[in-house]
């Protein structure tokens, strides 16, 4: 499938894939951002789609308002938009509402989505992600493929399209937002380039060496990067746990850092507040839109940002299963004499003429006690985490069942004493985690 706009470089896209005996079908986006130059372009794209014979799928888009809502530039959402619909097409095909016709005798799922990217685009791109400071991944430029995306022009010159073009007798549309130099693109083509060209003049070529070797340098660079993580990280549950004077010792530590909390929706500017959390006390933390990272003790903990809300659960008598964020309790009431007790931490065995329904399952709170199994005072929960060497986000996912404000049971850890079996105890009220 061929993004086609009906520009110079999407014409000769067609005209070569045409020429190459590919079978191909073509898809146009109307972004609406020029009035009737927009409609004059879809029209022109079906009709290439006519003159090839090929499938035309077309789809308008209020694009000024996708961007107000989402918060993004009108480049940006016109991106996102045209990649969603394109992956859309592919993958709801051939059920699809946007087909104008159905002249391909070949009605196959497409295999790739192919763009009309081109040398100078790259260029563009890599230098414009080094003014903006997107590290090594950003001077790899344009990648040739990415999943179903590719592009096959990259290697050619527009100039070099463009003779193309005039040797084939191709027609196209121009886009008058193209001499616009409002957009960062069009500036750095416009204005930066020919500047540089005028010191350098094989500037262009140079660059487009330079992303080459930027490609091979940035695989190097990421395998290097995996292999810091995979010395560093110790998984536990959904939680990342990174040793504080191993993470110190690695060089270079400020790239390490960065790498390792980009990816959970870090900026670079918190590189250097994760490196202060290394020295200091226990409980510190920084969060990103998604993630936490913590500082407990001798360990960095990244994890997910826990919703704070106090969830609570009612469990009634008749109640033999309850679905809840860490997992299910399966609730049983069965005869003493026919029960084998359990030691593992995950059953509760309790004696069940002192429960009395209905009962809550909840988050703890601060100030919570309870009187641990085998001692007669009280204890407060944090105190007991505390004694049990618990992380602060292992706190943050601790449970407990309460009957008439009293807690029995530390949900998959410690039951109340005063609720344990006895020599006495006729019913027992088994409640294990799942």
């Given at each position: 499938?061929?993004?086609?706009?009906?520009?110079?470089?999407?014409?000769?896209?067609?005209?070569?894939?045409y020429?190459?005996?590919?079978?191909?079908?073509?898809?146009?986006?109307?972004?609406?951002?020029?009035?009737?130059?927009?409609?004059?372009?879809?029209?022109?794209?079906?009709?290439?789609?006519?003159?090839?014979?090929?499938?035309?799928?077309?789809?308008?888009?209020?694009?000024?308002?996708?961007?107000?809502?989402?918060?993004?530039?009108?480049?940006?959402?016109?991106?996102?938009?045209?990649?969603?619909?394109?992956?859309?097409?592919?993958?709801?095909?051939?059920?699809i509402?946007?087909?104008?016709?159905?002249?391909?005798?070949?009605?196959?799922?497409?295999?790739?989505?192919?763009?009309?990217?081109?040398?100078?685009?790259?260029?563009?791109?890599?230098?414009?992600?080094?003014?903006?400071?997107?590290?090594?991944?950003?001077?790899?430029?344009?990648?040739?493929?990415?999943?179903?995306?590719?592009?096959?022009?990259?290697?050619?010159?527009?100039?070099e399209?463009?003779?193309?073009?005039e040797?084939?007798?191709?027609?196209?549309?121009?886009?008058?937002?193209?001499?616009s130099?409002?957009?960062?693109?069009?500036?750095f083509?416009?204005?930066?380039?020919?500047?540089?060209?005028?010191?350098?003049?094989?500037?262009?070529?140079?660059?487009?060496?330079?992303?080459?070797?930027?490609?091979?340098?940035?695989?190097?660079?990421?395998?290097?990067?995996?292999?810091?993580?995979?010395?560093?990280?110790?998984?536990?549950?959904?939680?990342?746990?990174?040793?504080?004077?191993?993470?110190?010792?690695?060089?270079?530590?400020?790239?390490?850092?960065?790498?390792?909390?980009?990816?959970?929706?870090?900026?670079?500017?918190?590189?250097?507040?994760?490196?202060?959390?290394?020295?200091?006390?226990?409980?510190?933390?920084?969060?990103?839109?998604?993630?936490?990272?913590?500082?407990?003790?001798?360990?960095?903990?990244?994890?997910?940002?826990?919703?704070?809300?106090?969830?609570?659960?009612?469990?009634?008598?008749?109640?033999?299963?309850?679905?809840?964020?860490?997992?299910?309790?399966?609730?049983?009431?069965?005869?003493?004499?026919?029960?084998?007790?359990?030691?593992?931490?995950?059953?509760?065995?309790?004696?069940?003429?002192?429960?009395?329904f209905?009962?809550?399952?909840?988050?703890?709170?601060?100030?919570?006690?309870?009187?641990?199994?085998?001692?007669?005072?009280?204890?407060?929960?944090?105190?007991f985490?505390?004694?049990?060497?618990?992380?602060?986000?292992?706190?943050?996912?601790?449970?407990?069942?309460?009957?008439?404000?009293?807690?029995?049971?530390?949900?998959?850890?410690?039951?109340?004493?005063?609720?344990?079996?006895?020599?006495?105890?006729?019913?027992?009220?088994?409640?294990?985690l799942?």
């Amino acid at each position: 499938m061929l993004a086609v706009s009906g520009g110079l470089d999407s014409v000769v896209l067609c005209e070569l894939c045409y020429q190459s005996n590919f079978d191909f079908a073509i898809a146009h986006c109307n972004f609406q951002l020029r009035d009737e130059e927009s409609d004059r372009d879809e029209k022109f794209v079906q009709q290439l789609a006519e003159k090839y014979n090929k499938e035309f799928f077309v789809k308008k888009f209020d694009t000024k308002n996708y961007a107000s809502q989402n918060k993004v530039s009108i480049q940006v959402a016109a991106r996102e938009l045209r990649y969603e619909w394109f992956h859309e097409i592919v993958d709801r095909w051939p059920v699809i509402d946007e087909r104008i016709n159905n002249k391909s005798a070949n009605n196959q799922r497409p295999t790739a989505i192919l763009t009309a990217h081109h040398q100078n685009d790259n260029i563009e791109t890599v230098l414009m992600n080094f003014f903006k400071g997107t590290g090594i991944a950003g001077l790899r430029g344009i990648l040739p493929k990415q999943e179903k995306i590719i592009r096959p022009l990259l290697f050619a010159k527009k100039d070099e399209l463009k003779q193309f073009a005039e040797e084939n007798n191709l027609n196209w549309v121009e886009d008058s937002s193209n001499e616009s130099d409002k957009y960062s693109r069009n500036y750095f083509r416009h204005q930066i380039i020919p500047l540089i060209e005028q010191i350098y003049p094989a500037a262009i070529n140079n660059v487009a060496e330079n992303v080459d070797r930027f490609r091979d340098v940035e695989l190097l660079y990421q395998q290097s990067i995996n292999l810091h993580k995979k010395n560093l990280f110790e998984y536990k549950g959904d939680e990342i746990h990174i040793p504080v004077l191993k993470l110190k010792k690695s060089i270079p530590l400020d790239t390490i850092v960065f790498e390792i909390i980009k990816p959970f929706n870090f900026s670079a500017k918190q590189t250097e507040e994760v490196i202060n959390l290394l020295d200091s006390e226990s409980g510190k933390y920084i969060q990103s839109s998604t993630h936490r990272i913590l500082k407990n003790r001798n360990w960095l903990i990244i994890s997910l940002n826990q919703n704070q809300s106090s969830q609570t659960i009612l469990i009634e008598k008749d109640d033999k299963l309850i679905v809840f964020e860490k997992g299910e309790l399966f609730i049983n009431n069965i005869s003493a004499a026919n029960c084998k007790l359990s030691t593992v931490n995950s059953i509760a065995t309790l004696d069940a003429d002192k429960i009395k329904f209905p009962l809550l399952l909840r988050k703890w709170k601060q100030g919570d006690y309870f009187y641990p199994l085998g001692m007669e005072k009280k204890k407060k929960l944090n105190r007991f985490f505390i004694d049990n060497k618990l992380s602060q986000t292992e706190k943050e996912k601790v449970w407990v069942i309460e009957m008439n404000k009293k807690i029995i049971w530390i949900v998959g850890m410690r039951i109340d004493n005063r609720f344990k079996i006895l020599p006495s105890t006729k019913q027992i009220l088994k409640i294990e985690l799942k």
